[in-house]
């Protein structure tokens, strides 16, 4: 049984002419293993002998599957594609373009570029080369060097030095043969699957990391294949038939699993500098971009501001540059309001909140926004999360998430019940909010890691439903209107609470948190002898059953055993996981 999810692909290496067999082999796959989506063709399409493209063209044989095909190799087939770019030359062959990028219903990303690498170092560029102007712009689109990745990478010509640590041996020297600038694009772009031709030789690499062992977190591998020739002499494997999930829809940890075997990046860690042009002005130019956009409709463009950690983000240290209120093992922290404590993160009541069940999900060292966190304080992040969502379903209500990492110092992911709403209504009040503030919020794939998107240290804000759809926004020089999480969820369609939009006016003193909130919300509450009982509280002041307590909570221990958070320090922080402790916490039974 295929994967939930699963595309079926098929690339061919040059054709040259051969189309005939080339339909014939298409035919025969897809009757045994089809259907597939798309066959893709790297290489030279056309050849010396193109007799059989007037049996295409006048219909007598027909490609079965969209196929679509990269730009010509020598200059006597420029003919063929001239002023066709984005546009079938025959009934489901599909010219593709000079470079540009481009997104399936699917949701598979492939990026292209066609030609061979110019050798006129005046950076002219003819029909059937590209320059390193060309390789800047599909950068560029892509999101600049900070690019999450593609699913797939189209070249006709071979990156430089692909073979460095590749275990299987090839005849083709790719250090005279092949291109240093499709080299750095492979750097830049992390393809999943990287496919080339034109040398008349088949040869996949063993996996190669897109990240440096130890020194940065790990992130998905890339392969590359190169293709034979089709009908070539030496019987050179020139089809490659492989399934994909795209990587839109694949969990961030199913994607960057190492397989066995994975080699160093073969290429010079030198990333492409990109242009200065403005997005917007290159797709305008580029051949054929996002054929298919996320609301599905044709040639649209694409959002470019996604961003990675490639050059993997400096980790917090734990140490704030002044006191911070929201280090827990800060004095200046308002522990009176801490709820529940992990061992990585830690949950507070907001000051000023929206509603009485309004948290902060934070991490209990100094780290300003979630993209600085490690992979486990990610995983206790995501059951708190879970968590509050399940309690708050039960009680009848949407759980709206949202992140500002602009005049923060501290990461402060604010967790805020509203009503029970369709959460595609919510995400449409931000959209529209949005709109009217001049802002470009967009929707990022479901199981996307923030920690992909945007590098640590960049302002932007996100949000994040309980159906997992998900918007996000760069936040740029012009700034950010910071009440703008609070002022759509404090609107009149959801809380209709505007006079609580800006925290400040509606905070309140020690003395009156205290009061009012002297002993936990009832949804981190155990039952106790009156009724409910503190997280501090010993284990022998407490029933045996616990409820509603999020996991992973925790006590604080100190060598003397439990402790108050009011008198926590760095120096006693000694999580001890609720299931060892009788009666805190969620257990079976």
Not at 50 to 63: A, P, T, Y
Not at 121 to 136: C, N
Not at 237 to 257: C, D, G, H, T, W
Not at 554 to 580: C, H, N, W, Y
């Amino acid at each position: 049984m295929s994967k939930v999810g699963n595309v079926k692909l098929l690339v061919i290496g040059d054709v040259h002419g051969h189309f005939n067999l080339l339909v014939s082999k298409i035919t025969a796959l897809n009757q045994k293993n089809g259907p597939f989506e798309a066959v893709f063709c790297v290489g030279s399409f056309f050849g010396d002998n193109n007799s059989e493209w007037s049996d295409l063209e006048k219909c007598i044989i027909q490609v079965p599957v969209p196929t679509y095909i990269l730009g010509p190799i020598f200059p006597e087939h420029a003919k063929f594609f001239k002023d066709k770019s984005g546009e079938d030359l025959v009934p489901n062959v599909t010219y593709l373009g000079r470079r540009g990028i481009f997104t399936f219903t699917s949701g598979l990303k492939v990026a292209y570029l066609s030609g061979a690498e110019s050798s006129d170092l005046s950076g002219d560029k003819s029909e059937i080369t590209f320059t390193q102007r060309d390789v800047e712009e599909v950068v560029t689109l892509a999101g600049g060097n900070s690019c999450i990745g593609f699913d797939l990478l189209l070249t006709s010509q071979w990156p430089a030095n692909v073979e460095l640590h590749g275990g299987n041996e090839t005849t083709f020297d790719s250090a005279k043969g092949g291109s240093a600038l499709i080299a750095q694009l492979a750097v830049t772009l992390k393809p999943r699957y990287h496919f080339s031709a034109i040398a008349d030789t088949f040869y996949e690499r063993l996996p190669y990391r897109n990240h440096q062992t130890l020194a940065e977190s790990a992130t998905h591998p890339s392969r590359f294949v190169a293709l034979a020739s089709v009908g070539n002499a030496k019987k050179g494997r020139y089809v490659y038939a492989f399934n994909i999930v795209p990587m839109s829809k694949i969990s961030f940890q199913e994607l960057r699993k190492q397989p066995d075997h994975c080699t160093p990046c073969p290429y010079a860690e030198k990333p492409l500098l990109t242009k200065k042009d403005k997005v917007e002005d290159i797709v305008a130019n580029q051949y054929f971009y996002d054929m298919v956009s996320g609301d599905g409709q044709r040639n649209g463009k694409r959002q470019g501001n996604q961003e990675d950690h490639r050059n993997k983000k400096p980790r917090g240290d734990g140490q704030p540059e002044a006191p911070c209120w929201f280090c827990l093992s800060s004095p200046d922290a308002e522990k009176h309001l801490v709820v529940s404590v992990g061992l990585h993160s830690y949950v507070a009541l907001a000051k000023g909140g929206l509603t009485p069940e309004h948290v902060l999900i934070m991490p209990i060292f100094h780290l300003r926004s979630y993209p600085e966190v490690d992979d486990e304080t990610a995983a206790e992040i995501e059951q708190y999360k879970a968590a509050l969502i399940k309690f708050f379903s039960e009680q009848g209500k949407s759980t709206a998430f949202f992140e500002r990492n602009f005049k923060s110092k501290h990461m402060q992911l604010q967790v805020v019940p509203v009503p029970q709403t369709d959460p595609e209504r919510i995400k449409d009040l931000f959209l529209q909010r949005a709109e009217e503030s001049q802002l470009k919020l967009t929707e990022i794939p479901s199981k996307s890691d923030l920690r992909q998107i945007i590098k640590a240290g960049q302002t932007f804000f996100s949000v994040e439903l309980d159906n997992n759809d998900k918007l996000f926004y760069k936040i740029d020089q012009k700034g950010f209107p910071l009440q703008f999480g609070r002022e759509v969820l404090a609107g009149r369609e959801l809380l209709n609470m505007p006079d609580r939009v800006d925290w400040r006016e509606c905070k309140a003193s020690k003395e009156e948190e205290t009061r009012n909130h002297g002993q936990p919300p009832v949804f981190f509450a155990c039952p106790g002898k009156s009724g409910h009982m503190n997280p501090t509280a010993t284990s022998n002041e407490s029933s045996s059953k616990a409820t509603h307590l999020p996991s992973p909570s925790v006590l604080i221990r100190s060598d003397s055993g439990v402790i108050d958070p009011s008198t926590l320090t760095q120096a006693k922080l000694k999580p001890v996981p609720s299931q060892s402790t009788p009666g805190i916490g969620p257990r079976k039974g």
